[in-house]
């Protein structure tokens, strides 16, 4: 499996605008709710969803804990909300959502790119296809979720 493999893109409608979807997306303490994997988020002291600020995600999958420092490269409110995990220098996967108004909502898509292999994603091509279609699922369970947040914020 090629590096050029290792990326995908998941969509969902939900009845909500963008800046509404945007503004729970970037609200990283959140993620924890809706991720199969990330249990928790939290920005540096002082940092919010703006290019250039860093937070903190707890991952946790088949009995294995870790946590992973992101930096936002992409913020523009209502459109589009990325970060590179690992930061810009020496990251490993690039994460994105965008958002896209539609009839009736918002076409939100979840982007995941792996820039750069490291030892922890497996180095055969059927370890990397396994977390290719683990994180795909994954991506589906939080978009899923990130749709019940906000078409009905009290369930």
Request: aromatic share 10%; proline share 5%; charged share 30%.
């Amino acid at each position: 499996m090629e590096l050029t493999d290792l990326s995908t893109e998941r969509r969902i409608r939900i009845r909500s605008t963008a800046d509404a979807l945007y503004a729970l997306v970037t609200d990283v303490t959140r993620m924890g709710g809706w991720s199969p994997v990330c249990r928790a988020c939290w920005w540096d002291e002082g940092a919010g969803p703006a290019v250039g600020a860093w937070f903190t995600g707890r991952n946790e999958r088949d009995g294995r804990v870790w946590e992973a420092r992101c930096e936002v490269v992409t913020a523009d409110p209502g459109r589009e909300f990325a970060w590179m995990v690992g930061g810009t220098e020496s990251g490993t996967v690039w994460w994105s959502y965008r958002f896209a108004p539609v009839d009736g909502g918002t076409e939100v898509t979840e982007c995941w790119r792996v820039v750069r292999l490291h030892p922890l994603m497996g180095e055969t091509p059927a370890a990397l296809a396994e977390m290719k279609a683990r994180t795909e699922a994954g991506m589906d369970e939080t978009l899923e979720n990130l749709r019940r947040s906000a078409e009905d914020p009290v369930a």
